[in-house]
């Protein structure tokens, strides 16, 4: 099952164990970032470290411009996972590389790939998923990867 929502949004459909194929692709979605998002992001965080908001500090860093922190980056992921799998799945291991930045402006493109697939038990499975944030500006920014819990049909 694929499920797409918008950045608003929260998927309440459930993803079955049975009905996923190796291969499958999750369309996650699209995020506009801008400098309103930047805001809210580094004041939710309170990751106050100048890179994510000091256009200055940033380029003397070395950057192109301020950009999303690994909080984010992480939850963007995450988000791509959770709106997938559906109220029932369990995301029991996840875990990220932050190769490129996001930055103001990028249109970010959260998505993913079914990998792998196990039988767990009479009542769940396991699900290997490759997941990614990318962008217009530099292709794939962070790959990531998850193994999901679903339930299987009754």
């Given at each position: 099952?694929?499920?797409?929502?918008?950045?608003?949004?929260?998927?309440?459909?459930?993803?079955?164990?049975?009905?996923?194929?190796?291969?499958?692709?999750?369309?996650?979605?699209?995020?506009?970032?801008?400098?309103?998002?930047?805001?809210?992001?580094v004041?939710?965080?309170?990751?106050?470290?100048?890179?994510?908001?000091?256009?200055?500090?940033?380029?003397?860093?070395?950057?192109?411009?301020?950009?999303?922190?690994?909080?984010?980056?992480?939850?963007a992921?995450?988000?791509?996972?959770?709106?997938?799998?559906?109220?029932?799945?369990?995301?029991?291991?996840?875990?990220?590389?932050m190769?490129?930045?996001?930055?103001?402006?990028?249109?970010?493109?959260?998505?993913?790939?079914?990998?792998?697939?196990s039988?767990?038990?009479?009542?769940?499975?396991?699900?290997?998923?490759?997941?990614?944030?990318?962008?217009?500006?530099?292709?794939?920014?962070?790959?990531?990867?998850?193994?999901?819990?679903?339930?299987?049909?009754?």
């Amino acid at each position: 099952m694929t499920t797409q929502t918008t950045p608003n949004s929260i998927s309440t459909d459930q993803t079955f164990w049975d009905d996923v194929r190796e291969g499958d692709l999750i369309e996650g979605y699209d995020l506009t970032l801008d400098w309103t998002k930047m805001v809210e992001q580094v004041s939710g965080s309170q990751d106050f470290y100048p890179v994510h908001h000091d256009p200055e500090f940033a380029a003397e860093a070395g950057h192109p411009a301020i950009f999303y922190n690994t909080g984010w980056t992480q939850a963007a992921l995450c988000r791509v996972v959770t709106d997938w799998a559906g109220p029932g799945g369990w995301m029991s291991k996840f875990r990220f590389e932050m190769r490129r930045m996001n930055i103001p402006d990028d249109v970010v493109h959260a998505r993913g790939k079914v990998v792998g697939k196990s039988d767990l038990d009479d009542a769940h499975g396991l699900v290997e998923l490759e997941v990614w944030l990318e962008n217009d500006r530099l292709g794939v920014t962070t790959p990531g990867w998850a193994t999901v819990r679903l339930p299987k049909r009754a």
